[in-house]
């Protein structure tokens, strides 16, 4: 019954607009629950709310901001069987990564954001005067669909902590996750008024919350397409914004000393979540010398993934999130087809009778001016774009509007020299597992600002010069 009610001002609550949208399961077609479609009384109440009450959270202690985020970390342990039931339900995610990446994962973040806030200095002493870092205010958190938790705690975690409110939107195809997330701090009673959930169509929503007069920062994570808008109608009233845009991640092999274990992240990266990750690396770039062998190990491990019932602990891959994202996918698998890229693993097959699945697919003979070369597919679609030398395969990684993720794998002597000429904000080097405490944004129209750690915490801040003489 929750599902079907907003949370503002620590109260469940009807929509006054008494209207609701489906929920489905992408796996079966099936609807699974319903919520609430917020109009725009329903958002004044809950900006009215998160502004009501940030005097007293922005004055609130750090350390008692970091025993409410404690308690809910242990809550959210507590019920994590219910965050990736819910995760695989309402995204199709299978079960393994939902409990990995979709959840353990975020609990790491949560903990990294704990240590990594006690270690902010508020006050900076200077010689004649000081630096304040004060709470920016009402928060907008904009979240997506891909990652309904992630995505979550790198928003709204640093703004509590940092001693923000916020209003909470999540997608509208995966807000269950949300409405669990909101469960756990109204359970560990966080005080009236600092979280607050509003469901919702995404434009009709997260228009009106980017306009608001009391809405003094949005977080937005999406499609390159939708932040332009949001930049826009943000910076009507000079928001502070930040935004976590799309991706068409390279992966660059300059020799076959990282390829086994190369190879593994980069199918990792596209075929798990389905493909849905913006950080995805889609791109292989390979010279010409190594494309061969590279290929040969591509086969031979793109066969291990098992596509099938996100229920299922041995399933691997589960369907697009919705039949949108499933129409979107196959249309640039055709064009790709059309503009003369050769599948070399899998095919096109006709829908299946439930579910949105759609099998890892590998393009090769991919040119820059092929569209699945320059356009986010946002699915387990792998292409591959060969470089006769170094210099080319930097200029084809370059060759992209985006600059979010990239990967180079090969001797460690050139490989950090190449990644200092990639225009990504960030560069995975030969299958590193990556840091939470290092920062995650884009370059170029991958986005503005960043999120994760220190970092991410900084984004929630004002600075402010106290002059003394």
Same mark, same amino acid.
């Given at each position: ?119 902010? &200095?508020? $006050?900076?002493?200077? /010689?004649?005067? =000081? ?5 920016? %205010?009402? !928060?907008? #958190? ?68 980017? &306009?608001? $007069?009391?809405?003094? /920062?949005?977080? =937005? ?5 939708? %932040?332009? !808008?949001? #930049? ?70 793109? $066969? ?46 006709k829908k299946y009778s439930k579910g949105y699945f759609i099998n890892p697919l590998i393009f090769d003979k991919v040119t820059k001016d092929m569209a699945i070369h320059k356009d986010e ?93």
């Amino acid at each position: 019954m929750k599902n079907e009610l907003l949370y503002i001002n620590g109260e469940y609550i009807k929509s006054s607009s008494h209207d609701f949208i489906d929920v489905l399961n992408p796996a079966t077609e099936e609807v699974i629950s319903k919520v609430a479609r917020a109009n725009e009384y329903d958002i004044n109440q809950a900006v009215k709310a998160a502004s009501k009450s940030f005097k007293a959270w922005s004055k609130t202690s750090l350390s008692k901001r970091i025993e409410y985020i404690e308690k809910f970390k242990e809550w959210a342990l507590s019920n994590e069987e219910r965050f990736i039931n819910t995760m695989t339900a309402e995204l199709g995610v299978p079960y393994n990564f939902s409990k990995e990446t979709q959840f353990m994962k975020q609990i790491k973040r949560i903990e990294n954001f704990i240590k990594q806030v006690q270690s902010i &200095k508020f $006050k900076i002493k200077m /010689k004649n005067g =000081f630096v304040r870092y004060e709470p920016i %205010g009402v !928060i907008a #958190a904009i979240t997506p669909w891909n990652y309904p938790l992630g995505q979550i705690v790198q928003k709204v975690i640093p703004a509590l902590l940092t001693g923000n409110t916020v209003v909470l939107k999540p997608a509208s195809i995966t807000p269950l996750t949300a409405h669990l997330f909101v469960e756990g701090f109204d359970e560990i009673n966080l005080p009236k008024g600092v979280l607050n959930l509003i469901t919702g169509d995404g434009s009709e929503v997260g228009n009106i919350l980017n &306009k608001h $007069k009391d809405i003094s /920062k949005v977080s =937005f994570t999406g499609s390159t397409k939708a %932040g332009k !808008i949001v #930049a826009k109608d943000a910076l009507d009233s000079v928001k502070n914004i930040t935004l976590e845009l799309g991706g068409k991640s390279p992966a660059i092999f300059i020799d076959e000393s990282h390829i086994k274990d190369g190879v593994k992240t980069v199918l990792d990266s596209i075929f798990l979540n389905t493909g849905q990750t913006c950080s995805a690396l889609s791109r292989v770039v390979v010279l010409k010398n190594i494309k061969k062998n590279l290929i040969k190990e591509i086969l031979k491990e793109a $066969k291990n993934y098992k596509v099938g019932d996100p229920k299922l602990k041995e399933t691997d891959i589960g369907p697009m999130s919705s039949k949108e994202q499933y129409d979107k996918v196959i249309s640039y698998i055709n064009k790709g087809v059309e503009e003369g890229a050769k599948i070399i693993f899998g095919e096109i097959k006709k829908k299946y009778s439930k579910g949105y699945f759609i099998n890892p697919l590998i393009f090769d003979k991919v040119t820059k001016d092929m569209a699945i070369h320059k356009d986010e597919i946002f699915g387990p679609v792998l292409v591959i774009e060969e470089a006769n030398n170094i210099e080319e395969a930097i200029e084809i990684a370059n060759d992209v509007e985006y600059g979010l993720s990239a990967a180079v794998f090969g001797e460690e002597n050139k490989v950090l020299d190449i990644a200092d000429e990639i225009k990504s904000g960030q560069v995975i080097i030969n299958s590193s597992n990556g840091d939470i405490n290092l920062p995650f944004g884009g370059y170029k129209q991958s986005g503005l600002g960043r999120e994760g750690g220190i970092f991410g915490l900084m984004e929630y801040l004002e600075v402010k010069s106290i002059h003394l003489e």
